[in-house]
T-cell receptor
Framework: KAGVTQTPRYLIKTRGQQVTLSCSPI?????VSWYQQTPGQGLQFLFE???????NKGNFPGRFSGRQFSNSRSEMNVSTLELGDSALYLC????????????FGQGTRLTVV | AQTVTQSQPEMSVQEAETVTLSCTYD???????LFWYKQPPSRQMILVIR??????QNATENRFSVNFQKAAKSFSLKISDSQLGDAAMYFC????????????FGPGTRLSVLP
């Protein structure tokens, strides 16, 4: 079974631009969650989508948004990029209630210059 | 809000020896899940072990075992017969229920394995 796939792996954007990251979950998994990882703040939960609906949201500004498609693939969008948005963005998939753990992708490294 | 604390930013262990990584958490929930994830330089988060809070028996996965003390809200990871491939960042994580997939992670412990 293929794992969680995130694209692109690396991205460089200019301050003020917007960016879209993609995540394809493990086949059959309906939940996709997103995390931001930075050296200063560690791993922070952004939001979770389940069956195309946002089920949980972390404490991030409205510039961070996401969506999930009918095939469970998810996209995350960040508008008006700031230097502080530079981070590793991790996507995780799971299939509750059957699975308790989340399976992570390799992440997208976003650099804002 | 739930919080997870890992008091050891860095640890080192000799190959073939045993090391214990500490984790404490704070929650008012009675049902939850605890996890240890490993993040090697490849950045891929890999599940090491999980523990359901309603289970009193400590989880074990090959060389990895936990010491789960629910009353003390403590969840330590013991790695036996350490191998060079165990070198990584280790994150302790908490999840509140069976449906929400919003994990709360600790700050991590960087483990070095010395040959």
């Amino acid at each position: 079974k293929a794992g969680v796939t995130q694209t692109p792996r690396y991205l460089i954007k200019t301050r003020g631009q917007q960016v879209t990251l993609s995540c394809s979950p493990i086949s059959g998994h309906r939940s996709v969650s997103w995390y931001q990882q930075t050296p200063g703040q560690g791993l922070q939960f952004l939001f979770e989508y389940f069956s195309e609906t946002q089920r949980n949201k972390g404490n991030f500004p409205g510039r961070f948004s996401g969506r999930q498609f009918s095939n469970s693939r998810s996209e995350m969008n960040v508008s008006t990029l700031e230097l502080g948005d530079s981070a590793l963005y991790l996507c995780a998939s799971s299939n509750p209630p059957g699975t308790t753990e989340a399976f992570f992708g390799q992440g997208t490294r976003l650099t804002v210059v | 809000a739930q919080t997870v604390t890992q008091s050891q930013p860095e640890m080192s262990v000799q190959e073939a020896e045993t090391v214990t990584l500490s984790c404490t958490y704070d929650t008012s929930e009675s049902d939850y899940y605890l996890f240890w994830y490993k993040q090697p330089p490849s950045r891929q988060m890999i599940l090491v072990i999980r523990q359901e809070a309603y289970k009193q028996q400590n989880a074990t996965e090959n060389r990895f075992s936990v010491n789960f003390q629910k009353a003390a809200k403590s969840f330590s990871l013991k790695i036996s017969d350490s191998q060079l491939g165990d070198a990584a960042m280790y994150f302790c994580a908490y999840r509140t229920d069976n449906y929400g997939q919003n994990f709360v992670f600790g700050p991590g412990t960087r483990l070095s394995v010395l040959p």
